[in-house]
T-cell receptor, first 115, second 113 residues
Framework: DADVTQTPRNRITKTGKRIMLECSQTKGHDRMYWYRQDPGLGLRLIYYSFDVKDINKGEISDGYSVSRQAQAKFSLSLESAIPNQTALYFC??????????????FGPGTRLTVL | SQQGEEDPQALSIQEGENATMNCSYKTSINNLQWYRQNSGRGLVHLILIRSNEREKHSGRLRVTLDTSKKSSSLLITASRAADTASYFCATPLGGGSNYKLTFGKGTLLTVNP
């Protein structure tokens, strides 16, 4: 079974709709991250959470919000989707007990299309 | 803003050849990581090199780090068609030892059978 799962894997929605992307992990990691990937732009950090009570904005948080429901769950919401939020979204986790080694473990991604 | 940047953007080679891709970064770091991404899938960690290391090996992978030039290279020896993927370098965001990463735009490697 995958350690980091994302749902849905694909989603097509319309401008103005509220969308929630979910991420669950069984790795027991405290740290979780949301990224978006656009062709030719690499990955950009949207939000990150170092534990259930700690939520931080990343590089491109405008238009997004997150919720850390439990250590294992981190959701990303688009309150009112717009076409330029069409992208591939990834959730990732890392283990703070690894010290300065910040290897991240990625989910399979959610392909979101906003029409 | 992105800290690391890979070069070349795309690389096409024949099976059995070696593939070298480079990463340049802007500020001091205490480690640098390389990840692989198969088309449309999640990234997979390949190897990490610390700032006090100059070279590291893992199977067919060889990574070098030159902190004076702020650059790293990833060499894949005896490439296989299954190595076809995008490769990203990742460095701590802000250049320090905090636990966020910034990724470059990647090198798309195509290995032709």
């Amino acid at each position: 079974d995958a350690d980091v799962t994302q749902t849905p894997r694909n989603r097509i929605t319309k401008t103005g709709k509220r969308i929630m992307l979910e991420c669950s992990q069984t790795k027991g990691h405290d740290r979780m991250y949301w990224y978006r990937q656009d062709p030719g732009l690499g990955l950009r950090l949207i939000y990150y959470s170092f534990d259930v009570k700690d939520i931080n904005k990343g590089e491109i948080s405008d238009g997004y919000s997150v919720s850390r429901q439990a250590q294992a769950k981190f959701s990303l919401s688009l309150e009112s989707a717009i076409p330029n939020q069409t992208a591939l979204y990834f959730c990732a986790t890392s283990d703070p007990s690894a010290g300065s080694v910040n290897e991240q473990f990625f989910g399979p991604g959610t392909r979101l299309t906003v029409l | 803003s992105q800290q690391g940047e890979e070069d070349p953007q795309a690389l096409s080679i024949q099976e059995g050849e070696n593939a070298t891709m480079n990463c340049s970064y802007k500020t001091s770091i205490n480690n640098l990581q390389w990840y692989r991404q198969n088309s449309g899938r999640g990234l997979v960690h390949l190897i990490l090199i610390r700032s006090n290391e100059r070279e590291k090996h893992s199977g067919r992978l060889r990574v070098t780090l030159d902190t004076s030039k702020k650059s790293s290279s990833l060499l894949i020896t005896a490439s296989r068609a299954a190595d076809t993927a995008s490769y990203f370098c990742a460095t701590p965001l802000g250049g320090g030892s905090n636990y966020k990463l910034t990724f470059g735009k990647g090198t798309l490697l195509t290995v032709n059978p």
